[in-house]
């Protein structure tokens, strides 16, 4: 079969296409009318003959206000500027809020019977107070703070109760000529595994901190008191929640019975000091140990 047969469903589609030309012929050629008038409007904006002259706003009267600042909180007395406000953080050691004012000083606690006299760093378990012997064969002459007495122990002896066994004590010549003789002593330390250094004429100090406070509710007793270590008065528990050595701050939670919340109080220490915290080691290293430790040697 020579030729090209078209199908019915072809000889649809160019009908349709060519129907669909016709009528846009058509409304092409039906609106031509409308379409040359819609050119023939103007399009542009026509301007008076009077030139352009900028009106004059009514003067107003300035008004000046000087800024004299915020009366004080009368619950707190802070005064804050307007981009100052007091600062609040969250301490997960003590699970409450604590409350800063701009100038960097804490809300002021109603008083409730604890003062904070002096924070201070705690003294070492053993300290050196002096030593006696000659080469070879010397002795150290040691105290504990809160332990009554004197201990002496020589080289390779274990101190019982405080986990520390004594590696070498020798005299130790002084910074100046005209000081007194000093000694050394190095311990082991079982507890830390580390090996620490006392000298008889320096206490020894630790990085843990010391709470010297005192209360009112028992004729002004002083007390030391160490993080988790607490007071009862009345019906309410007080709980050192945090001490701070530098600068010297002690957080402390107030239990009341029959109240479901505890009060945070943030104490600084008053003008009073304290004084040492623990034992001084006392004796000398000239040989002569003190008195209480003279005693135990006889």
């Known amino acids: 079969m020579s030729g090209w047969r078209q199908l019915p469903g072809e000889k649809l589609l160019c009908a349709g296409a060519a129907a669909a030309m016709i009528l846009s012929f058509a409304w092409t050629w039906s609106e031509a009318p409308r379409m040359r008038r819609l050119k023939s409007l103007p399009v542009g904006i026509r301007l008076g003959a009077a030139r352009y ?3 004059v706003s009514a003067r107003s009267e300035a008004i000046s206000h000087e800024w004299t600042g915020l009366a004080p909180d009368p619950s707190t007395g802070w005064s804050h500027e307007v981009f100052t406000p007091p600062e609040i953080y969250y301490d997960a050691g003590s699970r409450g809020f604590i409350v800063k004012s701009p ?8 008083a409730f019977g604890l003062e904070l006299l002096a ?8 300290q050196l107070a002096g030593y006696f012997g000659g080469p070879g064969g010397y002795v150290g002459a040691f105290v504990s703070p809160g332990r009554p007495g004197g201990i002496l122990a020589r080289p390779g002896q274990r101190v019982a109760g405080l986990g520390l066994v004594v590696s070498s004590v020798a005299p130790k010549r002084a910074p100046a000529p005209d000081l007194e003789p000093m000694a050394e002593a190095v311990v082991h330390d079982e507890i830390s595994g580390v090996d620490v250094v006392l000298e008889s004429r320096t206490r020894k100090l630790t990085d843990n901190p010391v709470a010297v406070v005192k209360a ?18 009345e019906g309410a528990t007080f709980c050192v929640e945090r001490i ?3 600068p010297p701050e002690v957080l402390i939670s107030e239990h009341i019975a029959g109240r479901p919340d505890a009060t945070m109080h943030v104490l600084h220490p008053s003008a009073t000091d304290a004084g040492p915290v623990g034992l001084a080691a006392s004796g000398s290293a000239t040989g002569q140990p003190a008195a209480s430790i003279a005693a135990i040697a006889k």
Do not use: I
């Open 119 to 126: 924070v201070k760093a705690e003294p070492y378990r053993l």
């Open 53 to 55: 002259a900028p009106g």
């Open 244 to 246: 701070q050595l530098d």
């Open 103 to 110: 100038a960097g000083g804490t809300m002021p606690e109603p």
């Open 216 to 233: 009112a509710w028992a004729d002004h007793e002083t007390h030391e008191l160490r993080t988790g270590d607490s007071l009862t008065s």
